[in-house]
C-alpha cells in the first residue's frame, strides 16, 4: 500500500467512520473540491477546512453509526481511487423522512485527489443514492 492508499484508508477510518472532525486538518489541505458528486449538497463547492467539517457533521448526523468498507484501491499520479460499500443506521431526519431505525445501504467508487504533500485536495464521487432514497422510502411505507 503506498503512503497516499495508507493515508486516504486512514482518512475514511478516522474521519467519514468514527466522524473525528479534529482529524481533518490532518489529511486535507486548505481548500478541498467537490468536483462531482451528484446528489451531495456540497457538489461543485471548494470549501476550507471548517467548511468541510460542516458537511462532515452534517452528512454524519441522520447516520452517527455509518460504515464505509474500502473494497477496492488504486493509484494513478496523483489521485486515488477506491470502490466502498457503506452501511449505517437511519438515526435522524433525512431527505423529509422521519428516522426510521432501519439499516440504509450503499455502494460507490470515489476518486480523491492529492497535492505534493500528500494532503486531499477534492473528489469525484459516483454514489447510489437512489437506492438510498428508495430504502428511506420504503422504511417510511412500512408498518409500524
Avoid: C, K
Wanted: net charge negative.
Amino acid at each position: 500500500m503506498s503512503i497516499r492508499q495508507d493515508r486516504l484508508a486512514q482518512f475514511i477510518e478516522r474521519v467519514w467512520n468514527r466522524g473525528e472532525s479534529a482529524a481533518v486538518p490532518e489529511f486535507l489541505a486548505p481548500l478541498y473540491t467537490v468536483r462531482h458528486d451528484p446528489g451531495d449538497p456540497w457538489e461543485g463547492r471548494t470549501l476550507d477546512q471548517a467548511g468541510f467539517i460542516e458537511r462532515l457533521e452534517t452528512s454524519r448526523a441522520p447516520f452517527p453509526d455509518q460504515r464505509f468498507t474500502i473494497l477496492h484501491m488504486s493509484e494513478r499520479d496523483s489521485s486515488v481511487i477506491i470502490a466502498w460499500t457503506w452501511l449505517a443506521t437511519h438515526r435522524e431526519a433525512a431527505a423529509g423522512f422521519a428516522p426510521s431505525g432501519q439499516p440504509i445501504a450503499m455502494s460507490g467508487a470515489s476518486i480523491y485527489d492529492f497535492d505534493d504533500a500528500d494532503r486531499l485536495t477534492g473528489h469525484w464521487q459516483v454514489a447510489d443514492r437512489l437506492g438510498v432514497y428508495q430504502q428511506l422510502q420504503a422504511h417510511a411505507a412500512a408498518p409500524a
